[in-house]
Structure formats: structure tokens, C-alpha cells
């Protein structure tokens, strides 16, 4: 009788506190959905701004999320979800043989868009902004990444590319192809300025360095107004040419010389081509430097910077070449940006662009290439196809990104292998060790004095 009195009472309490934690989250998502869905803002007659309140779907919306975290807590519990288990070992198998092809079916396809969607201009230009952020994904993945360093202030090298493209175009008539290894050098010194004063930094601390930093160019942007004409931006910033072949109508044009009718999407397909280069770049740049040895030292880097320390390895210029190489790239993709738009200003240049990049290394997966491809793609690609449902497209957008960092919290893709390891076991000399044990001990003894 005993027994059957504490098993109802176990469920009794399961149940309790099943409905506690439920009602927790519904709390919480009125809070955060009272003003984002609860309320909805209207032009009226005269041009002023009207609210008009939506409770019932505020109403249902709570309700759901009540519902859906009750069930989790009375089924799931503390368990989290294994969705290992619903996979077989042979499919498992097959799909990693076959992961091996994914990149190469992606690059396929990627050189096959302009042919396929010649006549789309719109998917046109959004294979170039995902190519854009794909590129900006990948140099990001250096400094997070691979060696291990929250910067969220990023983009501030991407409009140092960008504003170091239209400066010197505009001052000194240098063509694109002059100006894009200029503007990544601008942009990688300034990721060596910026890599002095955070060397002694890590986590949460380095994270507000880096994105005062980025707040800092900006400010710099908008009030400088006689180099970089403030809020008003640059105009007329000068297009690529094919190697001194304008994409225009004249006898000189690239239509003209290569005895092509004229068409405006010839610049487009330029322009997608040529950010696909530079994609390919820094993907092939960023893959031979994890198999050298600072590529090593970054990856030791983001394990365990003592560790790192005690093997030797100088995290000083660890650091700063992780921040240069990413600030040079991010140089690169703000040249293109510039060159592109022909128009660039401060506003391009926010904390959002940050935090959107970011957010494609950390659900591709820190250190995965084809996850950061994949989760540009997705990313970018979801905005566009929800923006007939702009009111709850941001919405989605979370709620992915929450399923993602549950089931998937290391990314869709997601690796921690080393660049290089042994294949076999090798025997190390016992002397070798124990040098190597009274160097630390008198290294972290010297560091404790």
C-alpha cells in the first residue's frame, strides 16, 4: 500500500512540476510576444501611427507554447532528444561516404547558376549576397572558428574594405584591381590594431572589446564628414570592369569586343562570377593555413590557451595573424560590397551584419566550411522566401535557431577533428616527458610568483 501511495505521488510531483516549468515558458513567451505579436502598428488617415491589439493570437501563440513545454517536461523530462537513434548505422554510414561529394555537387551548382537562371535577375543577385556572406562566414571562421575568438565587431574591417575602395577609386582613379589588395591591406593593419589591446583577453570580455571596436569605426564613419562624407555615404563609387572592359554599350564595351549583344546582366553574371572567385580564395587560403603550422596553433589556441602556452607556442603572434588574416578577407568582401552597390554608407555597416554572420558560423558549425556554406544559403535563402510573411519571418528565424542550438548545438555541420594527427600510435622517449613536465611545473610556478 506503501508503495502504490509514493508511486502517485511521484507522478503527483512529475506532474506538478511539469505544470510549474509550463507555465514558466508560457510567462516568459508573453513576454517576449506581447509587444512583438501582441500589438500591431498601422498608419492611420492622417498619418499618425496606430496601435491595434491582437489578443487572440497572442492568446494562441502562449497556448501553444504551454502545450508544447508541457508535453516536453511530461514525456521528455530532463532527457534531451536522441535523434541518433532514429537513425540507422548503415545510413549513417552511407551519408558520411557520401558528405565527401556534398562540396563538390555545391561548387557544381554554385558555377552552374548564371547558366541555369541567366534570365533571373533576382536569383541572380541572390546568388551574389549569399556568395557575399558566405565569404564573410568563412573568414569569420577563422577568427572564431578555428582559433577560438569571439569578435563581434567584425564588420568594422568589412567597411574599412568597403570605404578603402571608394576612398581611393574616387581620390586617385585606381581601377578595382588595384584597389582590392589595397583594401585588404588597410583592412588587415587595422585587425592588427585591433588585436594589440585584446591580447590578454578571452570570452564575454573580448566579445564587448571586439564589438566597441566595431560601434567605434562606425562613429568614426558618420562624423568624419570630410573623408567619408557622414551619413550621406559615397555615390558613383566606380563599377568592375574585365580587365579595362566597361560593361556598357560603346564600341569599347565588353559586348562590343567579344561580338556579344549588349545586355545588362553581363555585369551581373560578372559580379557573381567574380565574388565565387573570391569565395573559392578564401576557402582554398583558409584550408592550406589549418594544415600549417598557425593554422595548428589556432586550433591548439581554441582548446586550450595554457596548454598552448606551455608547448611553446608564441599567442601573442598567434592572435594577430588570426585577426589579420580574417580582417584581409573581410577587406576583400567590403571592396566587392562597394563596387557592387556603387553606393555605400554607414548604415550598411551595423551591428546586425555582425551578429547575421556570426550566427552562420555558429549554426554551420565553428570550423566546418561546407556548414557555413550550407547555413548561409539557408539562412539567406529562408529570408527571402518568408518575405511575404514579414511580421513572423524574424520569428521562424528564432525558433530555428533554438531547435538548432538543442538538437544541434555544435551546428549542422559540426567538427572538432584536428587539421593533422598521427595515424598510429608512436612512443614518445620518457625523458622527453618528463623535460616537458618540469617545464610546465616551472613555468606555472613562475606565473603563480
Known amino acids: 500500500m506503501s508503495v502504490l501511495s509514493e508511486h502517485s505521488t511521484g507522478h503527483r510531483f512529475d506532474f506538478l512540476t511539469a505544470l ?213 555615404g559615397i555615390t558613383g563609387v566606380p563599377r568592375p570592369t574585365f580587365f579595362g572592359l566597361p560593361f556598357n554599350n560603346d564600341d569599347g564595351g565588353f559586348a562590343h569586343t567579344f561580338g556579344l549583344e549588349w545586355s545588362p546582366l553581363h555585369r551581373i553574371v560578372f559580379l557573381y562570377y567574380l565574388i565565387l572567385v573570391l569565395a573559392l580564395v578564401t576557402n582554398l587560403v583558409t584550408i592550406r593555413l589549418r594544415r600549417l603550422p598557425i593554422g595548428r596553433a589556432w586550433e591548439a589556441l581554441r582548446e586550450d590557451e595554457i596548454a598552448c602556452r606551455s608547448l611553446g607556442i608564441n599567442t601573442t603572434n598567434t592572435k594577430l595573424t588570426a585577426f589579420a588574416m580574417g580582417a584581409m578577407f573581410a577587406g576583400f568582401a567590403g571592396s566587392f560590397f562597394a563596387t557592387r552597390q556603387g553606393f555605400i554608407s554607414p548604415e550598411s555597416f551595423t551591428f546586425t551584419e555582425s551578429a547575421l554572420v556570426l550566427a552562420i558560423v555558429v549554426l554551420g558549425g565553428m570550423g566546418s566550411q561546407i556548414g557555413v556554406a550550407v547555413a548561409a544559403a539557408v539562412m539567406l535563402g529562408g529570408f527571402e522566401f518568408f518575405r511575404e510573411f514579414a511580421q513572423f519571418r524574424m520569428l521562424v528565424f528564432g525558433l530555428a535557431m533554438v531547435a538548432i542550438m538543442i538538437w544541434r548545438p555544435r551546428g549542422l555541420v559540426a567538427t572538432r577533428t584536428p587539421s593533422i594527427f598521427l595515424n598510429r600510435e608512436k612512443d614518445i622517449n620518457a625523458d622527453l616527458v618528463r623535460r616537458a613536465r618540469t617545464k610546465t611545473w616551472s613555468w606555472r610556478r613562475a606565473q603563480h610568483d
Open 20 to 232: 510549474k516549468r509550463a507555465l514558466l515558458s508560457a510567462l516568459i513567451a508573453f513576454g517576449l510576444f506581447s509587444l512583438l505579436i501582441g500589438i500591431r502598428t498601422d498608419t492611420g488617415p492622417t498619418g499618425a501611427l496606430v496601435l491595434t491589439g491582437r489578443p487572440a493570437l497572442l492568446a494562441i501563440i502562449v497556448g501553444l507554447v504551454f502545450a508544447g513545454a508541457l508535453v516536453r517536461e511530461l514525456i521528455l523530462r530532463d532527457r534531451g532528444i536522441a535523434l541518433g537513434r532514429f537513425v540507422s548505422p548503415d545510413l549513417l554510414a552511407r551519408a558520411q561516404a557520401l558528405g565527401k561529394f556534398v562540396g563538390l555537387a555545391l561548387l557544381g551548382f554554385a558555377i552552374l547558376v548564371p547558366i541555369i537562371f541567366y534570365h533571373d535577375r533576382y536569383l541572380l543577385d541572390l546568388g551574389i549576397m549569399i556568395l557575399t556572406y558566405v565569404m564573410l562566414g568563412w573568414r569569420l571562421n577563422i577568427v572564431v572558428g578555428l582559433a577560438g575568438l569571439l569578435d563581434l565587431g567584425y564588420v568594422a574591417f568589412y567597411a574599412v574594405g568597403a570605404y578603402s575602395y571608394a576612398l581611393l577609386a574616387e581620390n586617385f582613379g585606381f581601377s578595382f584591381w588595384i584597389c582590392l589588395p589595397l583594401a585588404g591591406i588597410l583592412a588587415s593593419f587595422w585587425g592588427i590594431l585591433l588585436g594589440f589591446p585584446v591580447l590578454r583577453l578571452r570570452g564575454d570580455y573580448l566579445a564587448i572589446v571586439t564589438l566597441a571596436f566595431g560601434e567605434m569605426i562606425r562613429l568614426v564613419l558618420i562624423n568624419w564628414q570630410s573623408l567619408t562624407h557622414g551619413p550621406d
